[in-house]
Structure formats: structure tokens, C-alpha cells
């Protein structure tokens, strides 16, 4: 009996199992660039959030999300600019995490 390989069609006896065609040959391949660093998808406000660093919460106007699935909070730097690439809190020695702030001050 012949069957359908990705070698072709090839001739298989009956009652032997050697050759078995999965549904990788109607799906592409998952595509990683394993040699490229992951690319920024969306730059999307801080809002409330800060990047807690040592004792301090530093204020973060930005979250970073990568085309990987990662996100990072993004601070300001020394000169006080944003640099999406080099701005990462989670870089910062110190740094233990985010917290949400909310301001209980009313004028």
C-alpha cells in the first residue's frame, strides 16, 4: 500500500507502521530569529506606575512591549530623556520592581 511522505510516495506493507505524516506538513513553522534582539511592537503610557528602585519609586512614563512577549517600564535618563532602548528600569541596580501609585492628595 502507498502512502504520502514529505521523501514522496513510498511503498509500506500492511500492518507495519514505519512512516507516519503529522500536521506539520499542513502548518508552517513557528519562525524565531534566534540571532536578532527582539524588536519593539508597542510603546504604551506609564500611567500611575513606578519602577521601584532601592527605596525610591521613580516615576515611569512609559511601558516598552517587544514583539517576544516581554514588556518593561522605561524611566528617564541622567538628561532627562527617554531612550525606549536604553531606558529599561529593570536594568537599574536596585531595582526590585513596579507599584502602582495613586494620589489620595485632593486640593
Known amino acids: 500500500m502507498p502512502i504520502n511522505t514529505t521523501d514522496g510516495p513510498r511503498e509500506v506493507p500492511r500492518g507495519t507502521r514505519s512512516h507516519v505524516n503529522t500536521s506539520s506538513l499542513l502548518e508552517p513553522p ?17 500611567g500611575s506606575w513606578c519602577a521601584l528602585v532601592g527605596d525610591e519609586a521613580v516615576p515611569m512614563p512609559l511601558w516598552v512591549a517587544l514583539d517576544d512577549g516581554s514588556v518593561y517600564g522605561v524611566i528617564l535618563g541622567e538628561d532627562g530623556r527617554i531612550d525606549l532602548t536604553d531606558g529599561n528600569a529593570e536594568e537599574c541596580s536596585g531595582f526590585s520592581g513596579y507599584v502602582q501609585t495613586t494620589n489620595t492628595d485632593k486640593e
Open 30 to 46: 513557528d519562525l524565531v530569529y534566534e540571532d536578532e534582539p527582539a524588536e519593539i511592537l508597542a510603546v504604551l503610557p506609564g
